[in-house]
């Protein structure tokens, strides 16, 4: 029996890439949390001014306290810093 049996793609780095446009509403787990502030949510997607050019930050919210903070969203690919879904 293969691993790939079942209909369960195999596990890589594909899997996991991250697009800009699909980010809005997905969750994310702080791997150190400041303030309590643990599980976040993308809720905004920052268009830039130039249409055309690619997208480059994001605006998250710490669903405990409501703060939000926007960042890059390629900040999101570092696991040292985040995971994906509330872990």
């Known amino acids: 029996m293969s691993s790939a049996q079942g209909g ?4 890589g780095p594909a899997r ?3 697009s800009p446009k ?6 994310w787990t702080a791997t150190q949390p400041v303030r309590k502030e643990k599980h976040f949510l993308v809720v905004r997607v920052l ?3 130039e249409p055309g050019a690619p997208v480059q930050e994001v ?3 710490a669903v405990h306290s409501g703060r939000t903070e926007v960042l890059p969203w390629r900040a999101l690919t570092d696991p040292a810093a985040w995971r994906r879904g509330w872990v």
Do not use: D, V
């Not at 699909?22 to 969750?27: A, D, I, N, P, S």
């Open 8 to 11: 369960q793609a195999p596990l």
């Open 16 to 18: 996991h890439a991250l």
């Open 22 to 27: 699909k980010l809005l509403l997905t969750k």
């Open 47 to 49: 268009l830039p001014a």
């Open 59 to 61: 605006e998250i919210q």
